[in-house]
Structure formats: structure tokens, C-alpha cells
């Protein structure tokens, strides 16, 4: 009995911590881009991507931590999320351009939810496909609605002007990255 109650005080604090850790990387998201705007002679898309690197780095550590994926699949996953920010932040572009003729506050939410839904489906078909990713779409639910619902947030920040400051990076960020973990343990206890 004390073991079991050990074991869920471990699982809930370290999940505390990816949640910190992704509260942590949306706050310095946004700063990124001021940085690398100084960078001349790069592409827009590697750009983005480079903005995605503190995230990238606590998806690193998630799984390379909460799996039993080697190194290099966790290195993978890395990427994967970078590749998946910048699809997410062009498929925000392309909604928000579809949906023209509505109201900035609709166009922002609807391009939000575009972009947090296909940051997440993107992240999880990626890391699924590691050695120990689950492949149990069930397992990927929280992960994938957390990520939807959260880029939403984007049209808080709009509302708000925040250029280096975000609602939508910390909450999303550690949505995703807390959906990560419990996906993962998910895959290790089946």
C-alpha cells in the first residue's frame, strides 16, 4: 500500500515538473524570434523551427526520461517537434487567410485551434512511431485535445498585443508536454 502511494506521488510530481519545464519553454518562446531575426540569409521555415528549440529540448528530455526509446529516438522526437511547430504556425497562416472575412477574434481562435491541433497530431503520429512510442491512438487523446484547446489561447494573445510575452506558448506547451509524458507511461504500462 505504500509503495502504490509512493508511486503515485512520484508520478504526479514528475509530471509537475513537465509541466514547469513546458511553462518554462513558452516563456522563452517568444523571445526567440527578436534573436533570430538577427540571423541573415536563413529561410522563414528554419526560422520558425529554431524558435521551437527550447520546446524541442523538453520533448528531448521527456522522452528520453519517461520511455524506453534510446537516445537517438529521443533526438528524433526533438526534431519531430520542431517540424511540427513550424507545420502548426503555417497552417495558423493558412486558416487565418481562409477565414478573411470574419472577425480578427473568430479568424484568431479558429487559425489557434488549427495550429494547436496540428502541432499535436503531428508530434504524436511522429513519436509514435519511435521504438517504445505507444501506438494506441487512445493514449495520444489528452495530448491531442489539450494542444487543440490550448491554441485557441492564440486569440488571447492577439487580443492582447503580447509580442514578447504569451499566454499561448506556457499553457500549450505544458498541455502537450504533460500529454507527452502520460501517453508515454501510458505505452509502459500496457
Known sequence: MTQAITSSDQTSNGLLKVAAGGILTGVLT???????????????DFRIALVAVPFAVLVFIVVRRASANPWWAALAAAVVTMIAFVAAVNAAIFIDGQVNGAAKAVRNILAGL???FTGAIIMALGISLLPAGPRDPVAWLKMLLAGTLAGALLALDNAL???LTSVLYPVWQACVAVGLALALRRSDLS
Do not use: E, V
Open 30 to 44: 517568444p523571445l526567440l524570434p527578436q534573436l533570430i531575426d538577427r540571423i541573415g540569409g536563413t529561410p522563414g
Open 114 to 116: 488549427a495550429g494547436g
Open 161 to 163: 498585443d503580447l509580442d
